[in-house]
């Protein structure tokens, strides 16, 4: 199967009450393939796009093509008879590769935030030891002090 995808964002500007905040430009970025994994990528890469823009830009519009078809479906003519039928298997198809893009894009936010808050863990648990260490230094100072102070 050969896959077309086309993602598009629209250009727009952002007013608050009346005032000029940000102008935001299109973008139009293309991928035709046969492999489904680079397909799947693409559309993964463009959500994960849509995750990280400023809260008022658009998002990626995507669309993909499976043989050059829209995925709504295909009306299909029988040979030499009156008639015919809704081919859905190209909508099923496509709609698969939506789902499993989603997919991956929520697996790897999610493994991200968990990437994150294990660094953060590490790091309350580096500057703890760091503070028992400095305490610890403090305490066999002041013991030496006094010590010295007391034995004289």
Request: hydrophobic residues 35%; proline residues 1%.
């Amino acid at each position: 199967m050969n896959y077309t995808i086309i993602a598009y964002k629209p250009s727009n500007t952002d007013y608050c009450r009346g005032c000029f905040m940000a102008s935001y430009s299109s973008e139009f970025d293309m991928l035709c393939t046969d492999d489904r994994g680079e397909a799947v990528q693409f559309i993964v890469d463009k959500h994960k796009a849509n995750e990280k823009h400023e809260s008022r830009e658009a998002d990626y519009d995507i669309t993909l093509l499976i043989d050059g078809k829209e995925p709504a479906g295909v009306w299909v003519e029988q040979d030499g008879k009156e008639g015919g039928y809704w081919d859905e298997s190209v909508q099923e198809h496509a709609q698969a590769i939506l789902d499993e893009a989603k997919t991956i894009a929520n697996r790897t936010e999610a493994e991200a935030k968990a990437a994150a808050a294990a660094a953060e863990k590490l790091r309350k648990e580096a500057e703890a030891a760091r503070a028992v260490a400095a305490r610890e230094e403090h305490d066999r100072n002041e013991y030496e002090r006094l010590k010295a102070k007391y034995e004289e």
